[in-house]
């Protein structure tokens, strides 16, 4: 993913600078530098508060595989997904607790509604867990059971805990996502289309970022952070607004039983 250089031009004009040009691109100058410095964890901040609308995902999540589960009050514990930035809902909008990256519930079989940050995996052509005894006992790396993802094999658990199937050839390649773009700014990420609010959103937080090393007006810092909470409370609204209207009123006891409430 590059910088969207629309925002970028956009929050430097904010802040009273110039937009950054095709040299300023090419020799990674200092105000290329301070964007690409800031413009990520805004971006990902932005997506982790609010529930927008734009790039979201339903996913079956993953049952997880660490050793230990520090909150036993829950059946089940899936890990989040890795391109996940705000979980919204379960289905038929089921109780759920987040901690430490993992979804805790008593939902079998739980498919999660979450906001995407466009995360991608890395292609790894060879995992080593070590010599037996190297590996803490809170390592670990699950990707859920056999099958869980089309055309690629993983295994959960500990290595002595794996048993590979009988039809497994070791000469047979596994097949996994080409690499991205390594000339991308963020090559770890892909652009997703989000609505026009999350870029102000984060075109004012990141003028709000850039105040502090480019502008000598202490109040504009205060103004911007204003403007993107604005911003913020009419995306939350939109998004409750979007939800209420898919939920289902609840029937009358007359209606589940089958009778008329008049007589």
């Known amino acids: 993913m590059n910088m969207n250089m629309g925002i970028v031009a956009r929050a430097l004009y ?3 600078q110039f937009p950054l040009t095709d040299d300023d691109t090419k020799s990674k100058n200092t105000n290329y530098l301070l964007c ?3 413009y ?15 790039g979201r995902k339903r996913e079956k999540l993953v049952p997880t595989g660490r ?3 520090r909150n036993g009050k829950y059946r089940f514990a899936y890990d989040y997904p890795f391109d996940c930035a705000k979980p919204i809902e379960l289905q038929n909008n089921e109780y759920f607790l987040v901690e430490d990256r ?3 519930t008593d939902v079998p079989n739980a498919e999660l509604l979450y906001v995407s940050n466009g995360k991608v995996l890395r292609k790894v052509p060879v995992i080593s867990a070590g010599r037996p ?16 993802y089309d055309g690629v094999m993983l295994w959960s658990g500990r290595p002595a805990d794996i048993k590979m199937p009988e039809n497994w050839d070791e000469n047979t390649p596994i097949e996994l996502p080409d690499d991205p773009d390594l000339e ?23 003028a709000a970022r850039l105040t502090m090393k480019l502008s000598s007006q202490p109040g504009l810092h205060v103004q911007l952070l204003q403007e993107a909470l604005l911003i913020k409370q009419e995306a939350t609204k939109a998004s409750k607004s979007s939800k209420a209207a898919k939920i289902r009123e609840v029937p009358l006891w007359t209606e589940e039983m089958g009778k008329s409430a008049y007589y």
């Open 14 to 16: 904010d802040v009273g």
């Open 36 to 38: 690409r410095e800031f």
């Open 40 to 54: 990520l964890s805004v971006f990902l901040e932005a997506l982790s508060e609010v529930e927008w609308t734009g």
């Open 67 to 69: 050793p230990v589960i």
């Open 102 to 104: 993992l979804i805790l």
């Open 133 to 148: 005894g190297d590996i803490h006992d809170m390592e670990y790396l699950t990707a859920g059971p056999l099958g869980t």
């Open 184 to 206: 991308d700014d963020f090559p770890d990420y892909v652009a997703l289309e989000y609505e026009p609010k999350f870029y102000e959103y984060v075109e004012k937080n990141l």
